[in-house]
């Protein structure tokens, strides 16, 4: 069971956390969610799709690998990608909301640690904090991932509620062939839609550039194209083993 706390630089003074990507951290997945705030650097690696979810509507994934526990951006302990989504860039740190007691301040966000998660080791970890209680770059690398996710997720609701009141959002059925002929058909799943965004009227369009989305459906439609290079990494992987 997890044990979730408020990291502090006296509780947790000594706190290391081991770097690197893995089975043992949760990585091998063939997809993980992801957040419109992250759109622009995952488009250039990474499929994006949508996952009908009972109550979000769609949720936002990008496809790792073609078969279960599989994950095909994952060498040995590195991640070969430009961009690591930033689900698995936040270690054991997760946000944690407290409502203020002032009147009018709403929520006060703050960093929560699992302290019982595999990736906190003893020694030969990355440190949380400085010597002096400072914090180390590497819990500012978390610190921005963390706010992807929190700032991501009313953005990602809004986004999508806008997609789906234009209808971009459309069931997709993908093909794949890698190796020697082996055949994988990918359809449980939904896109934007390049034809629906291209018959997008003027209107439509400016609404869309408004709110903000524009860029992001765009981002959204061109990722299909990188299903070529995940089935390259899978037949690559495919030779290697």
């Known amino acids: 069971m997890p044990h979730i706390v408020p990291l502090n630089n006296l509780d947790h003074a000594d706190l290391q956390i081991a770097q690197g990507y893995g089975a043992a951290y949760g990585d091998a997945v063939n997809l993980t969610r992801v957040f419109a705030t992250e759109f622009e650097a995952l488009q250039r690696e990474y499929v994006i799709l949508f996952r009908p979810d009972p109550e979000e509507g769609f949720q936002p994934v990008v496809l790792l690998g073609l078969d279960r526990d599989e994950n095909l951006y994952l060498d040995d302990d590195a991640w070969s990608a430009r961009h690591v989504p930033a689900i698995h860039r936040r270690g054991p740190f997760s946000i944690g909301v407290q409502v203020s007691d002032i009147p009018g301040q709403g929520e006060d966000p703050r960093i929560n640690v699992d302290l019982d998660h595999p990736r906190i080791v003893r020694d030969g970890g990355e440190p949380v904090f400085r010597r002096h209680g400072g914090h180390t770059d590497y819990l500012n690398r978390v610190s921005q991932a963390l706010f992807c996710i929190y700032e991501g997720l009313p953005r990602t609701r809004a986004m999508v509620a806008a997609f789906s009141e234009l ?18 058909d990918i359809d449980r799943f939904h896109a934007v839609s390049r034809d629906r965004l291209a018959a997008l009227t003027g209107p439509e369009l400016e609404r869309l550039h408004r709110q903000g989305w524009l860029e992001m459906a765009i981002y959204a439609a061109a990722s299909l194209s990188n299903m070529d290079h995940l089935a390259t990494r899978k037949t690559a992987r495919m030779g290697a083993g």
Request: hydrophobic letters at 40%.
């Open 167 to 184: 209808g971009l959002i459309e069931p997709v059925a993908i093909d794949v062939t890698v190796g020697e002929g082996q055949r994988y």
